[in-house]
Structure formats: structure tokens, C-alpha cells
């Protein structure tokens, strides 16, 4: 059975920081774009960053850059996002999912397997 775990989620204060881990099984995911999305409250879920197989390309949606940093280990396929200068719009559930046609997409119907998600919020 493939599954996706995330974890690391939790309640912050602004300026905080969190690293969000997404634990792969049932399959290798070393060939597949791999990518963080959220999802507030009342709002549809949306890309946040996104990582190709090798890790040698990523790309962030323009409201984390320079804060946010996607990277992942194939050989524990495990994907992490490593959150700086949290700030309470980032407050959601925090989803990892893979795209295994490798499409390096930031669409979420582009994604094949999806994670439980995780929460966080960050408080003012």
C-alpha cells in the first residue's frame, strides 16, 4: 500500500520556525516531482513548493520565497520543508504529494498520491 506520512506540524509563534517531514512507503518515489501544498480554512488547497527527482530543481510560490526551502532524500524517500520567518498567513494543513508521470507540475489534479496532512498555525 503506498502511503505518505507527514509530520512535524504544530503551533507557532510568528517569526518561528518548522520543518515538515513527508515519509514515503509502498513504492520508491525517487523518480517522481515531489511537492508541499496547503490548505486554509475555507480556501481551496494550494501549491507551496515543489522539488523534481533529483532535487536539482525547485520552485516556491512567490509568497515563501526566500523563507521556505523544499529538499528531499531519495535514499530514505523522505521529503522535507524547512519553514523560516513563519508568519500567521502560512497557518494550514500542510499536504505532500507525488506526481509520478514526473510532469514538474504546481497543479494540484497533477498529483497522483497525496498525504494526510499536517497542521500548522502560526499566531501573531
Known amino acids: 500500500q503506498v502511503q505518505l506520512v507527514e509530520s512535524g506540524g504544530g503551533l507557532v509563534q510568528a517569526g518561528d520556525s518548522l520543518r515538515l517531514s513527508c515519509a514515503a512507503s509502498?513504492?520508491?518515489?525517487?523518480?517522481?516531482?515531489m511537492g508541499w501544498f496547503r490548505q486554509a480554512p475555507g480556501k481551496e488547497r494550494e501549491f507551496v513548493a515543489r522539488i523534481s527527482w533529483s532535487g536539482r530543481r525547485t520552485d516556491y510560490v512567490d509568497s515563501v520565497k526566500g523563507r521556505f526551502t523544499i529538499s528531499r532524500d531519495n535514499a530514505k524517500n523522505t521529503m522535507y520543508l524547512q519553514m523560516n520567518s513563519l508568519k500567521p498567513e502560512d497557518t494550514g494543513v500542510y499536504y505532500c504529494a507525488a506526481d509520478v508521470s514526473g510532469s514538474y507540475s504546481r497543479t494540484v489534479d497533477d498529483y497522483d498520491y497525496w498525504g494526510q496532512g499536517t497542521q500548522v498555525t502560526v499566531s501573531s
Open positions: 509502498g513504492r520508491t518515489f525517487s523518480s517522481d516531482t
